[in-house]
């Protein structure tokens, strides 16, 4: 059972070993040497003396490596991390020096890789549920997924490996090392199309802390490439613009090929977004940034002034003018993207009209929105439950009444001032109303039990 390190060793060993050292390594079978090191280390161990036990450590991993008698070493692993009064340096050092030599074992031999996979479930196996050594854990963890990864193709088992561990709870390993780990833990879950899994993942990385280290710019933007990813998976639309504004502001993105295809995508994303005061006031901020209208072409461009302006969008002269950038993207080769787009267009055009207009007849409309009667009422009926627009329709008119409440752009009016008097003085009368309705029953219930009293003395 290992012990905390001592404060000071009860013997020092050194000498003993500058002397025994020069002597063992004369012996000509190295299963002797391992024997008499052995010896030495049960001496060390007992004495508490840290800086001899490392030193004798180190020469039974180097003789067994340089004999290549791994099987040996696989079993001393299991053997000194057991032993009664182990220091837990000890078998903290043993283990990393085990792990400099498996780089030795050439992964392309059959015979090698399988030694390897051993001496690595090995030191898995005695590194389990121990604090002080959960960095080599989390390095051999690694080092075993990327075989099973790039060896085996086994997929499921390498993220079965890798996301086993909670690297973000570990003190002893560095903060860089933690993303790092946890970044491929995410990019092995997205590349199984395990998005749920990859997006709980995330949650263990803060935006704000990917700062002030040597690789907190890469790390940032490969973290939010996996957001993105994420993001179009969810069709989140709002939230792939918000991290496309983020990735763009990072220098190295700023330099780099996909600097134009990442402001193109955020024009076609926010015009996909759902309307709301958040996308009202994103798309704004976009169509007056002088980095798109300098960058990305003109054409493109101007979707942010269509999209802005209160004036009503035909869905077919769009199609004709964009069919070719549209084709050229692999946002809108998704159907559901190209679907949401038309949404989108009819959704601008009944907020246009809701502002412009008092009362439309619903045939009328249908032809203004390009569409059937019944598509016009389930667009206008899911627009007012969301509350961008307050309409009511007529049927047996065919009569479309919007309602002309003043209200600020941009604002939701689900929140207005107004809308909230309103549904508390409904939520206030209908009180008073229920309360005089139990005031009541109350009365009935004392008549009706003073009554049967009555009778019953009579």
């Given at each position: 059972?290992?012990?905390?390190?001592p404060?000071k060793?009860?013997k020092?060993?050194s000498?003993?070993?500058?002397?025994?050292?020069?002597?063992?390594?004369?012996?000509?079978?190295?299963?002797?040497?391992?024997?008499?090191?052995?010896?030495?280390?049960k001496?060390t161990?007992q004495s508490?003396?840290?800086s001899?036990?490392?030193r004798?450590?180190?020469r039974?991993?180097?003789?067994?490596?340089s004999?290549?008698?791994?099987?040996?070493l696989?079993?001393?692993?299991?053997?000194?991390?057991?032993?009664h009064?182990?220091?837990?340096?000890?078998?903290?050092?043993?283990?990393?020096?085990?792990?400099k030599?498996?780089k030795?074992?050439?992964?392309?031999?059959?015979?090698?890789?399988?030694?390897?996979i051993k001496?690595?479930e090995?030191?898995?196996?005695?590194?389990?549920k121990k604090?002080?050594v959960?960095v080599?854990r989390?390095i051999?963890s690694?080092?075993?997924?990327?075989?099973?990864?790039?060896?085996?193709n086994d997929?499921?088992?390498?993220v079965?490996?890798?996301?086993?561990?909670q690297?973000?709870?570990?003190?002893?390993m560095?903060f860089?090392?933690?993303?790092?780990?946890?970044?491929?833990q995410i990019q092995?879950?997205?590349?199984?199309?395990?998005?749920?899994?990859?997006?709980?993942?995330?949650?263990?990385?803060?935006?704000?802390?990917?700062?002030?280290?040597e690789?907190?710019?890469?790390?940032?933007?490969?973290?939010?490439k996996?957001?993105?990813?994420?993001?179009?998976f969810d069709?989140?639309?709002?939230?792939i613009?918000?991290?496309l504004?983020?990735?763009?502001?990072?220098p190295i993105?700023k330099e780099?090929?996909?600097?134009?295809?990442?402001?193109?995508?955020?024009v076609?994303?926010?015009?996909?977004s759902?309307y709301?005061?958040h996308?009202?006031?994103?798309?704004?901020?976009?169509?007056?940034?002088?980095?798109?209208?300098k960058?990305?072409?003109?054409?493109?461009f101007?979707?942010?002034e269509?999209?802005?302006?209160?004036?009503l969008?035909?869905?077919?002269?769009?199609?004709?003018?964009?069919?070719?950038e549209?084709?050229?993207?692999s946002?809108f080769k998704d159907?559901k993207?190209?679907?949401?787009?038309?949404?989108r267009?009819i959704?601008h055009?009944?907020?246009?009209?809701?502002?412009f207009?008092q009362?439309?007849?619903l045939?009328?409309?249908?032809?203004?929105?390009?569409?059937?009667?019944d598509?016009?009422?389930?667009?206008?009926?899911e627009?007012?439950?969301?509350?961008?627009?307050n309409?009511?329709?007529?049927?047996?008119?065919?009569?479309?009444?919007?309602?002309?409440?003043?209200?600020?752009?941009?604002?939701?009016?689900?929140t207005?001032d107004?809308?909230?008097?309103?549904?508390?003085?409904d939520?206030?009368?209908?009180?008073?109303k229920?309360?005089?309705e139990?005031?009541?029953?109350?009365?009935?219930?004392?008549?009706?039990?003073?009554?049967?009293?009555?009778?019953?003395?009579?």
């Amino acid at each position: 059972m290992s012990r905390e390190d001592p404060i000071k060793a009860e013997k020092d060993f050194s000498a003993t070993l500058d002397e025994q050292f020069p002597i063992i390594e004369k012996i000509p079978n190295y299963k002797e040497q391992i024997d008499k090191y052995l010896v030495l280390e049960k001496q060390t161990r007992q004495s508490s003396d840290l800086s001899s036990s490392k030193r004798i450590l180190e020469r039974l991993v180097n003789v067994l490596v340089s004999n290549g008698d791994w099987n040996y070493l696989n079993d001393l692993i299991i053997i000194l991390s057991k032993k009664h009064g182990q220091l837990k340096s000890s078998i903290q050092f043993f283990i990393q020096e085990v792990i400099k030599n498996l780089k030795q074992l050439n992964e392309s031999d059959p015979k090698e890789l399988e030694t390897k996979i051993k001496l690595i479930e090995t030191i898995r196996l005695v590194t389990d549920k121990k604090i002080f050594v959960e960095v080599e854990r989390a390095i051999v963890s690694k080092n075993l997924a990327e075989i099973y990864l790039n060896q085996k193709n086994d997929l499921d088992k390498a993220v079965e490996i890798l996301c086993d561990l909670q690297v973000e709870t570990y003190s002893l390993m560095p903060f860089s090392d933690k993303i790092e780990y946890i970044l491929e833990q995410i990019q092995l879950t997205l590349q199984k199309g395990d998005y749920n899994q990859a997006k709980i993942l995330s949650r263990k990385i803060l935006l704000k802390t990917l700062k002030n280290f040597e690789k907190a710019d890469e790390f940032k933007t490969t973290y939010l490439k996996y957001l993105i990813d994420i993001n179009i998976f969810d069709y989140d639309y709002l939230s792939i613009v918000k991290n496309l504004l983020l990735l763009i502001e990072i220098p190295i993105v700023k330099e780099s090929k996909e600097f134009k295809d990442y402001l193109i995508s955020i024009v076609y994303y926010i015009i996909l977004s759902t309307y709301d005061p958040h996308q009202n006031d994103l798309i704004n901020k976009i169509s007056k940034n002088p980095i798109f209208s300098k960058t990305i072409d003109s054409k493109i461009f101007k979707l942010l002034e269509i999209f802005t302006t209160d004036e009503l969008i035909h869905w077919s002269n769009i199609e004709s003018l964009y069919k070719q950038e549209f084709s050229t993207t692999s946002i809108f080769k998704d159907v559901k993207n190209y679907e949401n787009l038309q949404k989108r267009i009819i959704e601008h055009n009944l907020r246009v009209i809701n502002k412009f207009y008092q009362y439309m007849k619903l045939d009328r409309l249908s032809y203004l929105l390009q569409l059937s009667t019944d598509e016009s009422e389930k667009y206008i009926s899911e627009l007012v439950n969301n509350g961008m627009i307050n309409a009511k329709i007529n049927r047996p008119k065919g009569i479309v009444k919007f309602d002309k409440t003043k209200r600020i752009e941009g604002m939701d009016p689900r929140t207005s001032d107004n809308h909230i008097n309103a549904v508390l003085n409904d939520w206030c009368f209908d009180v008073d109303k229920l309360l005089e309705e139990i005031d009541s029953i109350g009365h009935l219930i004392n008549k009706e039990e003073m009554m049967y009293g009555i009778k019953k003395v009579i």
